[in-house]
């Protein structure tokens, strides 16, 4: 268990709907990055906050965007679904901004776009 | 650029040693992960070695790093049958003050008893 908790664990939209999907990161950090994997891939990077800021994105449009509270936890909406959408989104916490920030995974919130 | 391959599959016998190799593509890169992921579940972080190591131990763990060819290999000592899963390698660069994770696509360790 890494203390990353994701909601809600599977989700079921139609195309063109919007969703929210929240994180809570791990105690004492401060970081979180958002990722999707479609099935059979890798994660693909979409953003990152820290200190509520945006901190970097992916090649993701801007159609996908975030928020970090002021207690770290995290949203990740996606406007205008697309069937291609379809993916298990995870969040990862990790601690601050230097040279070693090992990212802690939540389980993940599956979305299915029909 | 970015980009980190892995082979798509590897099946061994249980108490075997299995080894799940990686190449990566950024040489700036600082960190470099090993994370495990269960069917329907999120990633679990195996280990992590620094780009100035070569080699790290860690129980039944074996990282070696070669960077001149930047090449990263997981070995697992005593397969086990819960050890089928899918293995990720991701390198960790730093740009502009944030750090994100390149993936690759997975090795599906299958073990067979």
């Known amino acids: 268990e890494t203390g990353v908790t994701q909601s809600p664990t599977h989700l079921i939209k139609t195309r063109g709907q919007q969703v929210t999907l929240r994180c809570s990161s791990q105690?004492?950090?401060?970081?979180v990055s958002w990722y999707q994997q479609a099935l059979g891939q890798g994660p693909q990077f979409i953003f990152q906050?820290?200190?509520?800021?945006e901190n970097g994105r992916g090649n993701f449009p801007p159609r996908f965007s975030g928020l970090q509270f002021p207690n770290y936890s995290s949203e990740l909406d996606v406007n205008a679904l697309e069937l291609d959408d379809s993916a298990l989104y995870l969040c990862?916490?990790?601690w601050g901004q230097g040279n070693q920030e090992t990212q802690y995974f939540g389980p993940g919130t599956r979305l299915l776009v029909l | 650029g970015e980009d980190v391959e892995q082979s798509l599959f590897l099946s061994v016998r249980e108490g075997d040693s299995s080894v799940i190799n990686c190449t990566y593509t950024?040489?700036?890169?600082?960190?470099l992960y090993w994370y495990k992921q269960e069917p329907g579940a999120g990633l679990q972080l195996l280990t992590y070695?620094?780009?100035?190591?070569d080699m790290k131990q860690d129980q039944r763990l074996t990282v070696l790093l070669n960077k001149k060819d930047k090449h990263l290999s997981l070995r697992i000592a005593d397969t086990q049958t819960g050890d089928s899963a899918i293995y990720f390698c991701?390198?960790?660069?730093?740009?502009?003050?944030?750090?994100?994770?390149?993936f690759g696509s997975g090795t599906r360790l299958q073990v067979q008893p």
């Open positions: 991701a390198e960790s660069t730093l740009d502009m003050g944030r750090r994100a994770l390149t």
């Open positions: 105690s004492g950090h401060n970081t």
């Open positions: 990862a916490s990790s």
């Open positions: 906050y820290y200190r509520e800021e």
């Open positions: 950024d040489s700036s890169s600082t960190y």
């Open positions: 070695i620094f780009s100035n190591m």
